[in-house]
């Protein structure tokens, strides 16, 4: 539906499907226990036909999820927590379609127990469901385009942090997967609210291999570490010198086209991001022609970030210009993966 409604109609639609089945499921027990026979003959059909809306409901819902789980933008951690809500809305979704189904056929007749008591198991997996999906909205920014930046004072969003980035489209840094949603005051790109940020992308440096050699001063490499450490630092002014005028900044399936645009969104939930977790350089290939050089960087991040526990490999790109003399910083890519006991390399 264009932009009328992104990413699309899935989370109109399971409203109906949830608040339905539910209040249907309270309609039966109240029937069930009602003192008042005249309530019994009331409850018993709205109840029915607010399963059977439901149940159509929930197909409805079901189908626009899918289309929502390959297409949103997304990284590695909130792809895992779109797969957890998955798992959980189609058995429980199914289980009521065919509970309502069910008792359409013997409507004539009052609820057994046993089909109340399915029934309500199946909404109690639902709103385990529902709770998912709150998750992967509130807690990762999925499906957020954007929120509005504050600007004064009386608002203090905290910065939170996704996880790993996988290389999926754009490959969503993890960290702006989540920033978008939970954006610290200066509204990030990631969560929307620079706060949920998960920087886990690891592309802020931090701590150096000792096993690897300190670039030379004023060379490409030097700006990557001058980078990461004004990052690190809180230093507006100094990642300000470092840029080009025309900067991209390439994350979470979106970009950044100035310094501008990366200073009210996502370099508030970067800077907490980097400030929380510690990133060991591993591996650097520096690739120089002419007044263009390429900087591509291998870190490990570990730490805690938000209550939560950090650990992946980050992959940072980035192109640098020289412009008088002087290398400044023309485009940056981050990506990342979560490193697992079964995931080593």
């Known amino acids: 539906m264009g932009d009328l409604i992104e990413p699309n109609l899935h989370p109109i639609l399971v409203h109906f499907a949830y608040a339905l089945s539910v209040t249907a499921v309270a309609s039966y027990l109240i029937a069930a226990f009602a003192p008042v026979d005249r309530w019994r003959q009331t409850l018993r059909p709205a109840a029915d036909w607010m399963l059977a809306f439901g149940a159509i409901a929930i197909v409805l819902t079901i189908v626009a999820g899918f289309q929502a789980y390959y297409t949103v933008d997304h990284d590695a951690p909130s792809h895992a927590a779109m797969t957890t809500h998955r798992n959980w809305a189609v058995p429980s979704g199914l289980a009521i379609v065919a509970l309502a189904i069910w008792r359409w056929t013997g409507r004539a007749r009052a609820a057994s127990g046993i089909f109340v008591a399915g029934l309500a198991a199946a909404a109690l997996a639902l709103t385990v469901t529902a709770w998912w999906g709150g998750k992967i909205v509130y807690g990762y920014g999925l499906g957020v385009k954007s929120l509005p930046q504050v600007t004064g004072d009386g608002h203090d969003h905290d910065h939170g942090g996704s996880k790993a980035t996988e290389d999926h489209s754009a490959d969503a840094m993890q960290e702006t997967a989540r920033a978008t949603q939970d954006h610290?005051?200066?509204?990030?790109?990631?969560?929307?609210?620079?706060?949920?940020?998960?920087?886990?992308?690891?592309?802020?440096?931090?701590?150096?291999?000792?096993?690897?050699?300190?670039?030379?001063?004023?060379?490409?490499?030097?700006?990557?570490?001058?980078?990461?450490?004004?990052?690190?630092?809180?230093?507006?002014?100094?990642?300000?010198?470092?840029?080009?005028?025309?900067?991209?900044?390439?994350?979470?399936?979106?970009?950044?086209?100035?310094?501008?645009?990366?200073?009210?969104?996502?370099?508030?939930?970067?800077?907490?991001?980097?400030?929380?977790?510690?990133?060991?350089?591993?591996?650097?290939?520096?690739?120089?022609?002419g007044d263009m050089a390429t900087v591509i960087s291998q870190f490990e991040v570990t730490g805690a970030y938000r209550d939560e526990a950090v650990h992946q490999r980050s992959m940072e790109t980035m192109v640098l210009v020289r412009d008088n003399g002087e290398w400044r910083i023309k485009h940056i890519h981050w990506s990342s993966s979560p490193i697992t006991d079964d995931h080593e390399h």
């Open 184 to 289: 610290d005051d200066t509204d990030g790109h990631h969560d929307t609210s620079t706060t949920t940020h998960d920087n886990s992308d690891g592309h802020h440096n931090g701590d150096l291999d000792p096993a690897l050699a300190v670039p030379d001063a004023g060379s490409p490499a030097s700006i990557a570490d001058a980078f990461n450490q004004a990052l690190r630092a809180g230093d507006e002014a100094t990642l300000r010198e470092l840029f080009a005028t025309d900067v991209l900044i390439a994350e979470g399936g979106g970009a950044e086209r100035s310094f501008e645009e990366y200073a009210g969104h996502h370099m508030q939930a970067d800077m907490a991001y980097t400030g929380a977790v510690s990133f060991a350089l591993q591996d650097r290939l520096e690739i120089a022609d």
